[in-house]
Structures are given as structure tokens and as C-alpha cells.
């Protein structure tokens, strides 16, 4: 459970640092990536502990599954109450598909 933690707030964390600065079109983009980078630092104080604590209970595809799929949830509750972007059904297939991809990974065959 630990490791589901970490790696949703690591993700907060690489959703703004990667994406927070496109309501500040004004600001210059070399400020922009200096204050993306510094969000970023924070992103990867979780992102790391989260591997390192997960690799083990889960293999590296799994990780990488799981935090996929919760940078499309981030991502989503992020675009609609941050950016103000409605959620398309066509988005939402796509995700259900990315989702379906992870049955396939997390499945024992």
C-alpha cells in the first residue's frame, strides 16, 4: 500500500511540475522550466522510495503499470479542476483500454 501512496503523490508532483505552468502562458519558459525542475526534485523524493519499496512485491513491468495508471487518474481529476478541460468519451475509452492492457500484465498465466 505504501508504495500505491508514494507513487500518487509523486505523480501530483510530476503533473504539475510537467504540466501546472500552461495557465501561465506570460510567464517566460526559462523561468518555467527552473520551477518545473525544482517540483520535480519532489516528485522523484516519492517516486523513488515507491520503487524501491514496491520492486519485489512487484515486478518492474507491474510498477511501471501501476503508475501509469495512476497518472491517468492524476491526470484527469488535474485537467478538469486545475486546466478547466472536460473529460471526453473518447478519452475515457482510451484509458479503459490502457487499464485492460494492465489485466494482461498483473494477470498470471
Avoid at 12 to 20: C, D, N, Q, R, S
Avoid at 56 to 81: D, H, N, P, R, Y
Wanted: with cysteine.
Amino acid at each position: 500500500m505504501y508504495t500505491i501512496i508514494l507513487l500518487t503523490i509523486s505523480n501530483v508532483f510530476m503533473t504539475f511540475a510537467w504540466y501546472g505552468h500552461l495557465k501561465f502562458k506570460d510567464i517566460p519558459l526559462w523561468k518555467v522550466v527552473l520551477v518545473s525542475w525544482g517540483i520535480a526534485f519532489f516528485e522523484y523524493c516519492f517516486m523513488v522510495p515507491a520503487n524501491r519499496l514496491g520492486y519485489g512485491q512487484f515486478s518492474a513491468a507491474q510498477l511501471k503499470t501501476i503508475q501509469e495508471i495512476i497518472t491517468l487518474i492524476v491526470f484527469c481529476v488535474f485537467s478538469i479542476f486545475y486546466l478547466k478541460e472536460e473529460l471526453r468519451w473518447n478519452y475515457i475509452v482510451g484509458f479503459t483500454f490502457i487499464i485492460l492492457a494492465a489485466f494482461f500484465i498483473f494477470k498470471k498465466w
